[in-house]
Each structure stands twice: as C-alpha cells, then as structure tokens.
C-alpha cells in the first residue's frame, strides 16, 4: 500500500470512530506499529489530526478531510446524486456550484451531457471551486466565471469578502450546493463560516436551489449555516436516505428525489 493510500484509509478511520490506536491502525492496514507511528506523526505536523499516547484523535469539534482524501467516499452515491443533480439544469442556463466532492461529480456529469456540448454559451456556470474551474475550463461550450477570494485547501474553494463583489452582480438560475449537513430545523450548513458565506451568496442570487448531499448528510448539525430549509427547493440524495427524514423535508415544501 503506498504512503498516500495509506494516510487516505487511516483518516477514513479517524473519521469514522473519532479515535484510533496504533496498534488497532497496524492490524486494520496490515503495516507495522512504526509505520503508524510514523504516519501519525506525519499528518498531526499537518494539522490534520492530534497526536495522542498511543494513538490519534481528530483534529478539533469542527474536522473535516482535505477535498482529496474524501473523493472515494461514497463514490457510487455522490456519481449518481450528480447525473440527477445535472439533469435538472436546463441548457443555457446559469449555474452556481459550491466546492466538495459531490458537486464536482455534478460539474462532471454536466461536461459529459450530449446536449451541452454546442452553444453559445451552453452553459454559465459559476464557482467558487478551483477544482470545479480547471475541470471546466477546458469546455469551449461552457462560459466559466470564477469568484475571487482566498483559497481554503481543504476544499478548493475560494472564501473571503473578495467574492462579494462578483456575486452581488449576477443573477444564476440555479445554485447546487453541497453540504456537509441538511436538517429540517438547522438548515444546510458547513464547517466553516467564511465557506458557509459564499453558498449563501450564491443561494441569495439563485432563482432555485438544489442541495445534493448523500444520505449521510441528512439530519446532521453543523457549525455554519448556509440557508434555512426553506430556501432549498429540491434535495436529490440515494436511496439509503431515511424515510421519515425525506418525509420530513417534503411537509417543510422540499421536492425530494432519491436515486
């Protein structure tokens, strides 16, 4: 196993349980205890967990993964959220997407539609994302406008009041978000404020919204809210999803579609 698949499967775990011993990590890897050790040590130098006696612990209540070690999570569910999410966009209609692994799916899904690929433009799209950008920009047909601000590594994204002055001078017909929790009482939200800032934009200068989220998103709290539910027209999620929360969001006026 190479070092990166390594650190992707150990954080996975983190995430997971919260906690991990060393020993528990070796036997979970099939790698020696030093290796683990080592890797720990490693990736608490990057702030990317607290190292403990004998183990690790996640970094802080609001922790999240870097976008690159959450790209394989739940793969399968994100890919056909996105085909979903894309085929509720019109051509030639303005698109906001935020960061995260599931609305890059989305940006991919739309690239590969047989009736986006003339026009002029045969799509606007607008991001906040690096990634989403560059993945798009190679697409002739698709008009690509990119807010400022400053990049935040974990996702991409571009956050900060640099953004406002972009945002406030555009119309989108529809913002696809993507959260890290959805909750009928809490709204969609984010880890962090100045992340949770710019989908709000983005959901402010958007006719529609779409939230696309797994199943694992759904009833969660987090730090920094984006939007009450109210504001969210239609949720696309998998099948997995729980049905009294999906019961839940209909009677709050969200149109649900599970794939």
């Given at each position: 196993?190479?070092?990166?698949a390594r650190w992707?499967?150990l954080?996975e775990?983190?995430v997971e349980?919260g906690?991990?011993?060393v020993?528990?990590a070796?036997t979970r890897?099939?790698v020696s ?7 720990f040590?490693q990736?608490?130098?990057?702030q990317?967990?607290?190292?403990t ?11 999240e ?11 399968g ?5 996105a085909?979903?999410v ?8 303005a698109?906001?997407l935020?960061g995260g692994?599931?609305t890059?799916e ?7 539609r047989a009736?986006?690929t003339?026009?002029s433009?045969a ?10 950008a560059?993945?798009l920009?190679?697409r002739?047909q698709?008009?690509i ?10 996702s991409?994204?571009?956050i900060?009041p640099?953004a406002?002055?972009?945002l406030?001078?555009i119309?989108?017909d529809?913002?696809?978000l993507?959260v890290?929790?959805l ?11 100045a992340?949770a ?12 919204v ?11 709290r987090a730090?920094?809210?984006i939007?009450?539910v109210?504001?969210?027209d239609?949720l696309?999620?998998?099948g997995a ?6 019961r839940?969001f209909?009677?709050?006026?969200v149109r649900?579609?599970?794939?």
């Amino acid at each position: 196993m190479s070092r990166d698949a390594r650190w992707k499967a150990l954080l996975e775990l983190l995430v997971e349980r919260g906690r991990l011993d060393v020993e528990e990590a070796a036997t979970r890897l099939e790698v020696s205890a030093a290796t683990i050790r080592r890797d720990f040590d490693q990736l608490a130098e990057q702030q990317m967990l607290v190292r403990t006696r004998g183990g690790a612990v996640v970094h802080g209540v609001s922790y999240e993964l870097p976008l690159r070690y959450k790209t394989a999570r739940r793969a399968g569910d994100k890919q056909r959220i996105a085909r979903a999410v894309a085929e509720l966009v019109a051509p030639g209609e303005a698109v906001g997407l935020t960061g995260g692994t599931t609305t890059t799916e989305v940006a991919r899904a739309l690239a590969v539609r047989a009736d986006l690929t003339a026009g002029s433009p045969a799509l606007t799209v607008v991001t906040n994302a690096l990634n989403i950008a560059n993945e798009l920009a190679v697409r002739p047909q698709f008009k690509i406008v990119l807010t400022g601000g400053v990049a935040r590594p974990q996702s991409y994204e571009l956050i900060g009041p640099l953004a406002d002055g972009v945002l406030s001078q555009i119309t989108l017909d529809v913002a696809v978000l993507g959260v890290v929790a959805l909750d009928v009482t809490h709204g969609a939200a984010a880890h962090d404020e100045a992340e949770a800032a710019i989908n709000r934009l983005l959901c402010e200068r958007a006719e529609r919204v779409v939230v696309a989220a797994d199943s694992s998103k759904l009833g969660r709290r987090a730090f920094a809210r984006i939007c009450p539910v109210e504001s969210v027209d239609t949720l696309v999620t998998d099948g997995a999803a729980d049905g009294d929360a999906v019961r839940r969001f209909e009677e709050a006026g969200v149109r649900v579609l599970t794939v």
